[in-house]
């Protein structure tokens, strides 16, 4: 199971931080996904982390703004969110999939396990 947290209401230009528990064992035989949703639209790729922890890819919203990390000893998957904008409001999902290829996939198909999800709201 995946457990996300973190989100919550920061200005434009702030940062947060997003974590993703993990239970169960093997995390680091997955690769770790951050997905959003925004109102009325499809929920959409944010960042991965490749299982083996050396690879990392970025939605084009995203790149030069957020990180994706890992700590395979805590079960965690982070997501460090820096200079936001009121575009990057949205619910925020974690997921994994097994041993998945690299680049990743980045639609929603396929993978493992989903976690529910946290709010992330920016005021401009």
């Known amino acids: 199971q995946l457990q996300a947290s973190g989100g919550g209401l920061v200005q434009a230009g702030g940062s947060l931080r997003l974590s993703c528990a993990a239970s169960?064992?093997?995390?680091?035989?997955?690769?770790m996904y951050w997905f959003r949703q925004a109102p009325g639209k499809e929920r959409e790729f944010v960042a991965a982390?490749?299982?083996?922890?050396?690879?990392?890819h970025y939605g084009d919203s995203v790149k030069g703004r957020f990180t994706i990390s890992r700590d395979n000893a805590q079960n965690t998957v982070y997501l460090q969110m820096n200079n936001l904008k009121p575009e990057d409001t949205a619910v925020y999902y974690c997921?994994?999939?097994?041993?998945?290829?690299?680049?990743?996939?980045?639609?929603?198909?396929?993978?493992?396990?989903w976690g529910k999800g946290t709010q992330v709201t920016v005021s401009s």
């Open positions: 997921a994994a999939k097994w041993r998945s290829s690299w680049p990743p996939n980045l639609t929603t198909d396929g993978m493992d396990y």
């Open positions: 169960g064992r093997s995390f680091n035989s997955y690769t």
């Open positions: 982390r490749s299982w083996s922890g050396f690879g990392e």
